[in-house]
């Protein structure tokens, strides 16, 4: 796999709009073509060259570019958004929208990412090697689908809205997280090794949200139906199943109601 | 014998009301009297008179003091700071009218600013579930005439739209409600103890920052499942009973304000009293509406709506509309450092917003108009006072149910002050010749 290094050399005075930094894009340029993409601060449209040393050989497909960003890139947005294969690898910390509708390929953050990370994501992988903000994996405004595919596994903590409307894929965090787990959910599956504090699985209609820890308040609408024992992200455990949401809608199949399923581990 | 001029419009909040009466001096130049109006929206039209009002555009000076300059130097600064900028905020947009908005939405546009209004602190929220579950909504004249259960959740009319009652929801008799409040059932939601509580047939005195739970919870009666006993600090009996109470009313309708918009969960709360709205339209006709603030920030929302497609938290930036509130919002733009300079017309955000975003508004280019001395004119470099919309001018505002309604005239501004349209077009001008040159 060819790599392509980035090391940030200027910090952009405000946010910078980076939604080039991807093997897609990357891919059978040159170095000068790639440092002469664009990039947006405010109503300038910049170069990548301005902001990054770049340096290595791009593959001839996404599939054999890998990138990495060597330095601190928390007021860079966009990175990774809609790739579709290969690899990127962020030692440092990226702002908004790391990954946002990913389709395939590889991303990693060794440090956090900001808010709406992984939206409504397709496939891939986006690992966090740190803490995820806000919205991670959810849907963009106004969209009823949220993530649909892939995984998004972080170590640290998640914030609010994690996987609101998501449809498929997997979710796993390694620490807490914030209030709304899996709202609106109709599909997929949301694992929290941490403790979650209130609604989670409001409104849900179908998905799986597993809880190792404790959940501050319980939605009202979540029915306790039996205990199972698990194998759930390479943890064994006896595990409390609660469904619901009962106050949403839920689809019948074969005759059956299916409801949005919460584990909790003893 | 004094001049009275009828169907004034107030200015002031959300229910806009349209039955004002005011009187005027022989010259016609002076506001002597204001009747029908509730204290705020009276007041409003008695500060228009006020001594000493501001008018002329100041500049703050190095020392913190203020010089008087001209218009026109007011607009030539406005101009070249926007022309300077590479993210400017253009926030507000609420006390003014929609005329003044359109105008605001071109320079917007010619100048890439991201343009927000005090939905952001407010109703946004709202504007988000609308947007992601819809809205089963109505016009105030339909409640007055048909509602006979109304809840008021997390807000409190008696207080922050005080003829809202009387006039529309509570109190009149309306075609279908000949008896009045007799003839309706009222419920408030509040953890406060409110004056509009005190009045209510059902008071749910719920816990602080429960009301997603508490209103699943009526979800899950209204479909006869069984609730936890106590739900928000609210008894299950309590809860079911009030699910009846709302499900056997020839029409509910749920009035709700900033305890929901602005507390733990926001839009989620709306999201799902949208779903309880919904809910109950399978039992009986019912509709949801939000208490708006300012006299006309549903008109901002409509003007940008339909200009932009968005209602708020609109980036123009990269020449196309954009739109995601929790990035392009006023207050994560200021306080993560993301624009460099700020504009303000129809609000008052150095009172609104939060401390760390007022910091920054003080440490950027920036520009107030206001008819006003408010907070935001202390933080800010130029202070460009104009007209008072409502009353030295008219225009088109829209009120909380979205119905448009036309605002009077009353008296002249003091002479030689200009409205914020024309404020506006001038610095569209001014922006326009430096662009060109
Ligand atoms: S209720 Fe609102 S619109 Fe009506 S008079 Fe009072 S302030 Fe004005």
């Given at each position: 796999m060819a790599i392509i290094t980035l090391n940030p050399i200027q910090k952009p005075s405000l946010l910078l709009?980076?939604?080039?930094?991807?093997p897609d894009v990357f891919a059978g340029k040159s170095l000068d073509e790639i440092k002469a993409l664009h990039v947006f601060m405010g109503t300038d449209q910049l170069t990548l060259g301005e902001f990054f040393e770049v340096s290595g050989d791009s593959g001839a497909t996404a599939a054999d570019t890998k990138i990495v960003i060597d330095g601190?890139?928390?007021?860079?947005?966009?990175?990774?958004?809609?790739m579709t294969a290969g690899e990127v690898v962020v030692n440092g910390s990226t702002d908004m929208?790391?990954?946002?509708w990913m389709q395939g390929g590889k991303l990693t953050v060794n440090g956090d990412v900001d808010a709406f990370?992984?939206?409504?994501m397709t496939g891939g992988e986006l690992i966090v090697n740190g803490n995820a903000g806000n919205y991670l994996g959810a849907a963009y405004?106004?969209?009823?689908?949220?993530?649909?595919g892939g995984v998004i596994r972080v170590s640290g903590n998640g914030g609010s809205?994690?996987?609101?409307?998501m449809r498929g894929g997997e979710i796993i965090i390694g620490g807490d997280v914030d209030v709304?787990?899996?709202?609106?959910?109709?599909g997929g599956k949301i694992v929290v090794k941490g403790d979650a504090k209130s609604r989670?699985?409001?409104?849900?209609v179908k998905g799986e949200i597993y809880v190792f820890g404790d959940i501050e308040v319980m939605m009202p609408g979540y029915q306790y139906r039996k205990d199972v024992d698990l194998e759930v992200d390479g943890v064994s455990g006896r595990f409390a199943l609660y469904e619901g949401d009962m106050g949403e809608r839920h689809p019948k199949k074969k005759g059956v109601t299916i409801y949005g399923q919460l584990y909790m581990k003893y | 014998m004094s001049k009275i001029v009828t169907d004034v419009v107030c200015?002031?909040?959300?229910?806009?009301?349209?039955d004002l009466e005011v009187s005027l001096s022989d010259d016609g130049k002076e506001i002597l009297e204001v009747y029908n109006a509730c204290a705020i929206g009276a007041a409003k039209f008695l500060h228009a008179?006020?001594?000493?009002?501001?008018?002329r555009p100041r500049r703050r000076q190095e020392d913190g003091t203020w010089k008087d300059i001209s218009y026109d130097e007011a607009v030539d600064y406005t101009a070249k700071m926007f022309a300077e900028s590479k993210k400017p905020l253009m926030y507000g947009w609420?006390?003014?009218n929609c005329e003044a908005q359109g105008v605001g939405s071109e320079l917007g546009e010619v100048v890439g600013a991201v343009m927000d209004n005090t939905a952001t602190v407010c109703h946004g929220s709202t504007l988000i579930a609308v947007q992601d579950v819809g809205v089963p909504g109505c016009t105030l004249g339909e409640i007055k005439n048909r509602a006979d259960r109304v809840v008021f959740w997390g807000?409190?009319?008696?207080?922050?739209?005080?003829?809202h009652m009387s006039r529309y929801s509570i109190f009149p008799r309306g075609f279908?409600?000949?008896?009045?409040?007799?003839s309706r059932k009222m419920v408030v939601v509040d953890p406060r103890c409110t004056d509009t509580a005190k009045t209510a047939?059902?008071?749910?005195?719920?816990?602080?920052?429960r009301d997603y739970e508490l209103l699943s919870a009526i979800r899950v009666a209204f479909r006869g499942e069984k609730l936890p006993d106590v739900v928000a600090g609210i008894p299950k009996e309590k809860i079911y009973e009030v699910a009846d109470t709302l499900k056997e009313g020839r029409f509910s309708v749920i009035f709700f304000g900033m305890g929901v918009t602005h507390s733990l969960g926001k839009n989620h709360n709306i999201d799902i009293a949208i779903a309880v709205t919904r809910d109950l339209n399978d039992y009986t006709k019912a509709a949801i509406m939000p208490m708006r603030g300012h006299y006309n920030v549903t008109g901002s929302g409509q003007v940008w709506g339909w200009?932009?497609?968005?209602?708020?938290?609109?980036?123009?930036t990269r020449g196309f509309a954009r739109y995601n509130p929790g990035e392009t919002s006023a207050n994560d733009l200021l306080m993560r450092d993301e624009v460099d300079s700020f504009f303000s017309l129809g609000s008052d955000p150095g009172a609104h917003f939060p401390n760390e975003s007022v910091k920054k508004i003080a440490n950027l280019p920036s520009v107030c108009i206001d008819p006003h001395i408010t907070p935001t004119t202390a933080v800010c470099k130029v202070h460009v006072p104009v007209a008072f919309v409502g009353i030295e001018v008219g225009g088109c505002a829209y009120r909380m149910d979205n119905v448009p309604i036309e605002t009077r005239k009353v008296v002249d501004p003091p002479e030689g002050m200009l409205t914020d349209e024309e404020f506006l077009k001038k610095v569209l001008d001014r922006v326009r010749e430096i662009k060109e040159a």
């Open positions: 709009e980076a939604d080039n930094i991807k601190d890139i928390s007021r860079v947005k966009y990175i990774g958004m809609k929208y790391a990954g946002a990370s992984g939206l409504a405004r106004g969209d009823w689908r949220g993530m649909r809205d994690i996987g609101t409307f709304h787990v899996g709202t609106h959910a109709e989670v699985g409001g409104q849900m | 200015p002031f909040c959300g229910t806009l009301c349209d008179q006020a001594s000493d009002r501001i008018t609420s006390s003014t807000c409190n009319p008696a207080h922050a739209h005080p003829r279908f409600t000949g008896k009045g409040a007799k047939d059902i008071h749910l005195q719920l816990e602080q920052g200009q932009f497609g968005f209602p708020f938290c609109v980036d123009l």
